[in-house]
């Protein structure tokens, strides 16, 4: 009985103390719930304060950095050479030829000469409106006349001498060590729009005391020029302890500006092996030997890239006269070329049209387009008017890309579903336009001669009719 009396006592007693319990906690309650959200707020205060300092603190060793990066790029890259101010007696006689030409027009290239020759020879200074008037004349014949299909002009001229040029695919050009396409072949990859030619290569001008000093020139070959593991060092496999020993050649790591830490910080690239120096030669041993895995970090090392730009397999200097150091490149990467200190970027040329697209833009390529093709044809000794070449290179970007003349660029592009069929794949292309219900219009040559009719342009633009009705005699 006295047990039970006292576990009822223990029952009665506890829920007098959890209701007070209940009781203070509600009454204090409140209390420390303020109190709480103020040391919580004092809390995301003092983080939110505490935080930036910690993220500003990354944040500037990057923008740092990244600063420095660009810093270092616009001390890379020199300003544009400076435009010469006309002097005041060019001046004079240009203001004079544009009052006399008023709303008349002539090409810059022209009243630049004209300027030149009046200055050169002052006798003419008088007859500078009887000149102009001779000028526009002459410059009226040579303008193309209305109407006429210079198109077709425009692929004659460049098509009839193609027929006559040499099929050779390599030649000396310049450097007797590099090989350059040239002759047809070449001209096939421009007018194609190729994405890489068949033999990419690239002129590297200096600048200031980069192209005077042939050591300065060297270091940046070197840094260009791409340098495997196998032209610096032996490679040597041993079969008994399943390891390879790297034996660098001292000379060639002079040559290429190379040390032995540089190497073993390449080497270590690798995965699964462990690389030391030891003796004036790089040991390996593998994490898993095993002799397909030796064979094959055997492999991997052969490949390796020590130093050197991607795609540029071979480099060469020379000394040109005015010029200074040159380097020729044996393979392209114009991006990465132009990144590099040393090197002047308004002058580096390179034979891929469309790496100049990309870094430079279209109207960079628009004029790559035209030299190539101009000096191609003009190896051959074969003189082709610049402007129809002009033409082609205006029609392959004048939507902002590179196009090829072809079924993929500008002929598979053309609006006429004829002239579309009578270029290739006659069938597909007749098919899919009877399946959208294409109409032609019969505005161009190919299709017009296709229908049997006069074409419009040229003489058949115009149209004439003579008026048979004769005049009444008078009296009758």
Do not use: W
Request: aromatic residues 2%; positive net charge; glycine residues 6%.
């Amino acid at each position: 009985m006295a047990r039970t009396a006292t576990k009822k006592q223990k029952t009665e007693k506890k829920p007098t103390k959890t209701k007070k319990v209940v009781k203070d906690s509600k009454k204090e309650k409140p209390l420390d719930h303020k109190k709480e959200i103020e040391k919580k707020e004092q809390r995301k205060v003092k983080k939110v304060k505490e935080k930036p300092k910690k993220v500003k603190v990354k944040k500037t060793k990057r923008s740092v950095r990244k600063k420095v990066v660009k810093e270092e790029k616009e001390r890379e890259i020199p300003p544009p050479p400076e435009k010469k101010q006309e002097p005041a007696e060019n001046k004079k006689i240009r203001e004079e030829i544009n009052k006399i030409l008023k709303e008349r027009f002539l090409p810059r290239y022209i009243i630049d000469s004209i300027v030149e020759r009046v200055i050169h020879d002052k006798k003419l200074k008088p007859k500078l409106e009887k000149i102009i008037d001779h000028v526009l004349l002459e410059y009226g014949k040579n303008l193309i006349d209305p109407t006429e299909a210079c198109g077709m002009v425009g692929a004659q001229s460049i098509g009839e001498p193609g027929t006559q040029m040499t099929m050779r695919t390599f030649h000396y050009a310049g450097v007797a060590e590099i090989n350059v396409t040239l002759g047809l072949p070449r001209l096939i990859e421009i007018v194609d729009a190729r994405s890489t030619p068949s033999t990419p290569m690239m002129n590297i001008y200096l600048r200031d005391e980069y192209k005077l000093n042939p050591d300065l020139a060297k270091d940046i070959a070197n840094k260009i020029e791409i340098t495997k593991l196998t032209d610096v060092a032996d490679i040597e496999m041993d079969l008994i302890n399943l390891t390879i020993n790297i034996k660098p050649n001292k000379k060639t790591m002079d040559k290429k500006g190379l040390t032995l830490d540089e190497i073993l910080e390449r080497v270590s690239t690798i995965r699964k092996i462990d690389a030391k120096i030891e003796k004036r030669a790089i040991k390996i041993t593998l994490d898993e030997p095993g002799y397909k895995n030796l064979q094959q970090v055997n492999e991997n090392l052969k490949g390796l890239k020590i130093k050197g730009i991607d795609g540029i397999k071979r480099v060469i200097i020379r000394k040109e006269p005015n010029e200074g150091y040159v380097i020729y490149s044996e393979g392209s990467n114009f991006k990465e070329v132009l990144d590099i200190e040393g090197v002047d970027p308004y002058r580096t040329s390179t034979n891929d049209i469309h790496a100049v697209a990309r870094e430079l833009g279209i109207e960079a390529a628009r004029n790559m387009i035209i030299q190539e093709a101009h000096n191609t044809l003009s190896e051959q000794g074969l003189n082709v008017d610049l402007r129809h070449i002009m033409m082609v290179a205006d029609v392959m970007t004048s939507d902002g890309t590179v196009k090829a003349i072809g079924r993929h660029g500008v002929s598979g592009e053309k609006s006429s579903v004829l002239s579309r069929a009578a270029f290739e794949i006659t069938v597909n292309h007749l098919l899919s336009a009877s399946q959208r219900g294409e109409s032609d219009r019969l505005n161009g040559v190919a299709e017009n001669i296709i229908v049997g009719q006069p074409v419009n342009l040229g003489t058949g633009a115009v149209e004439l009719a003579m008026g048979h009705s004769l005049k009444k005699k008078k009296g009758k």
